[in-house]
C-alpha cells in the first residue's frame, strides 16, 4: 500500500528538533558542469562548506570544527547532486484525489530525487482566484516533504485576478492556448494579448492548436468509428498543431516582449522557434523538453498502448533524437516531468475516453541517467537540465546548485545499483508507471530537503507535522 512508503515517528512534534550538522564525506558531487570527489558540510538548513577533507583540513576554524562534530556519511562511490526541480507537475489536489494527492504524488517526487516541483492549475476547482492558488500553498504547507509552488490559472475570463500575482512568490502564470478541460482554453484573441502584454511574471504556455486537434480527431472518428488505434495520437495532436500554437506563442511574446516559457515540446519543427545563443538570463523565450518526449517514440504505442498517452502526444523517433539534441546544444533550457496521474482503469480506455498524462515524477531522474549510461549526455548535463537551469530560469532564491550558502536540496545516487519498476513499488497514489518492467541502472539512495532527510532509499521519513518541504521564492 501507500502507506507502507512512510515511516512515522510519533515522537516528532509540529516543531522540528535542532539536527546536528552532516558531513557527506569523499562524495562525487555534480554541480557547476563539474565532478569533483569532495565533502559537503551541511548544517541546519544549508549548504556550509564544499571542499576535499573538511574535518581535517578546512581553512575556516568553524567550518572544521563543525565538520569534526558532524554525523559523518561515507559516500565513496556515489553521486551527490542538486535536488531536481520539477517545474510541470498535476498532481491532482483539490478535486481529483483518486488519481492523485500533493502528500502523495510529493512523496513520489521525493524518492525519485525531485526536491522542488511547481504544480498546474488545472484541479477541481481551477486555480483562477488569488483565493483558491492560496489554498493549494496552505494544503502543501501541511503534507509535502519537498518545497513547491503553484502557477496561477489563466482563463478568458480572470485577468483581474491574473494580474494580482505576486512575482517573488508565484513560480508562473499557466496558460492554454490549446485543449484544456473546463474554463481554461484562452482562444479569444484580446485576452490572451492582454496576458501576454500585462503579465507580472513567467507566462507558462501548453501549445496545441485546438481548431487543428478537433479537426484530426473527427477525421480519425469518420475513418474508425469510436475504435481509433492508440498509434493515431501523434497524428491526431499532431506536428502541426504543435507548431501552428507554439509559433503563434513565440511572435506574441516577441511583439510584447513577454517573459514566455513554452512546456513540453514534443516536435523536431518547432525547435527553429528557439535561440541558444543568448544566456538563459538574457533569453526572453525559452522552452522545456519532458521525459517522456525524450525518452520514448511512436513504436512504444504498440506495447505501451493508452499508458504512453500524453498531450502533446509522443511522436516519431526522429523527433525524438532532435529533442535530445536540442537539450544539449541549449535551444531547449529545462526538462520536466508533466507527471499527469489517472488510475489504471482510465488509462485501460479506448482512445477518446483513455485521458492523457502519467506519472513521471519517481522515476524522471533514474531515466535521465540511464541516458548518461548510454552516452546519450553527461551526468553534469542532467544536474544543469534539472536543477542549475530550471532555477536561473525561474530566478529561485538558493537553491539548485551544491555551493556554500545555498539551501541543503541533496540527492544521493548510487549509479551503479540496478532496480526493477514494479506496481509494488510506484509510489504515485495511481500505482502504475509507464516504466514498469524497465531495469534502471542507477538508484535513489536519499534525498535531502532543506538539511533534512526525507527519503532513506525505502520510505520517506518524514512524518505529519513535520514536514521538511518550502515555499519556493523568487528574486525578481
Known amino acids: 500500500s501507500i502507506a507502507s512508503f512512510f515511516l512515522p515517528n510519533p515522537e516528532q512534534t509540529s516543531t522540528p528538533a535542532m539536527s546536528q550538522a552532516t558531513l557527506f564525506r569523499h562524495a562525487h558531487v555534480v554541480t557547476d558542469g563539474t565532478v ?4 559537503v558540510l551541511v548544517d541546519g538548513e544549508h549548504i556550509v562548506a564544499v571542499g576535499v577533507n573538511l574535518a581535517e583540513q578546512g581553512a575556516d576554524a568553524h567550518v572544521k570544527a563543525l565538520a569534526a562534530g558532524a554525523e559523518v556519511k561515507d559516500c565513496t562511490g556515489f553521486w551527490l547532486m542538486p535536488g531536481c526541480i520539477d517545474d510541470q507537475v498535476h498532481f491532482r489536489e483539490p478535486g481529483l484525489t483518486h488519481k492523485a494527492e500533493i502528500a502523495t504524488e510529493s512523496a513520489a517526487a521525493a524518492a525519485g530525487g525531485i526536491t522542488s516541483f511547481m504544480e498546474m492549475p488545472n484541479t477541481v476547482p481551477q486555480a483562477l482566484t488569488q483565493d483558491l492558488l492560496q489554498d493549494k500553498y496552505d494544503r502543501a504547507a501541511e503534507v509535502s516533504p519537498v518545497n513547491y509552488s503553484f502557477f496561477m490559472g489563466a482563463s478568458n475570463h480572470n485577468l483581474d485576478e491574473v494580474l494580482k500575482t505576486d512575482p517573488t512568490r508565484v513560480c508562473g502564470i499557466k496558460v ?5 478541460t473546463g474554463d481554461m482554453l484562452v482562444d479569444e484573441s484580446a485576452v490572451l494579448e492582454g496576458i501576454f502584454k500585462e503579465a507580472p511574471t513567467l507566462v507558462a504556455t501548453h501549445c496545441e492548436d485546438e481548431a487543428t486537434v478537433r479537426a484530426n480527431s473527427e477525421a480519425a472518428r469518420a475513418r474508425f468509428g469510436e475504435t481509433v488505434p492508440i498509434a493515431q495520437h501523434p497524428l491526431i495532436r499532431s506536428a ?5 500554437s507554439s509559433s503563434k506563442a513565440v511572435e506574441l511574446a516577441t511583439k510584447l516582449n513577454t517573459q514566455l516559457h513554452i512546456l513540453h515540446i514534443s516536435t523536431a519543427r518547432e525547435l527553429d522557434l528557439f535561440d541558444n545563443t543568448k544566456a538563459l538570463e538574457d533569453k526572453r523565450i525559452t522552452a522545456e523538453a519532458c521525459i517522456h518526449h525524450l525518452w520514448f517514440s511512436d513504436a512504444d504505442y504498440e506495447s505501451k498502448g493508452t499508458h504512453i498517452k500524453w498531450n502533446p502526444a509522443v511522436k516519431t523517433a526522429e523527433d525524438r533524437e532532435q529533442i535530445r539534441a536540442a537539450i544539449l546544444d541549449g535551444r531547449i533550457d529545462v526538462v520536466a516531468t ?69 539551501k541543503a536540496d541533496l540527492v544521493l545516487v548510487h549509479p551503479n545499483d540496478p532496480w526493477t519498476v514494479r506496481e509494488d513499488n510506484v509510489m504515485s497514489k495511481c500505482g502504475w508507471s509507464p516504466f514498469q518492467g524497465h531495469t534502471f541502472k542507477s538508484r535513489v539512495h536519499e534525498t535531502w530537503v532543506n538539511g533534512t532527510c526525507v527519503w532513506d532509499g525505502r520510505r520517506i521519513t518524514t512524518s505529519h507535522g513535520n514536514h521538511a518541504g518550502q515555499r519556493l521564492t523568487f528574486n525578481r
Not at 502541426?240 to 501552428?244: D, L
Open 240 to 244: 502541426e498543431a504543435c507548431y501552428k
Open 176 to 180: 492554454f492556448m490549446g485543449s484544456s
Open 338 to 406: 508533466d507527471h499527469a496521474p489517472h488510475t489504471k482503469e482510465e488509462k485501460n480506455g479506448s482512445y477518446f475516453k483513455a485521458p492523457s498524462g502519467g506519472p513521471l515524477v519517481q522515476h524522471a531522474l533514474v531515466a535521465m541517467l540511464d541516458m548518461v549510461h548510454d552516452g546519450v549526455l553527461s551526468v553534469e548535463k542532467v544536474a544543469d537540465l534539472m536543477a542549475h537551469r530550471v532555477a536561473r530560469l525561474f530566478r529561485m532564491s538558493d537553491r539548485g546548485f551544491i555551493r556554500p550558502g545555498m
Open 36 to 39: 569533483r570527489v569532495q565533502d
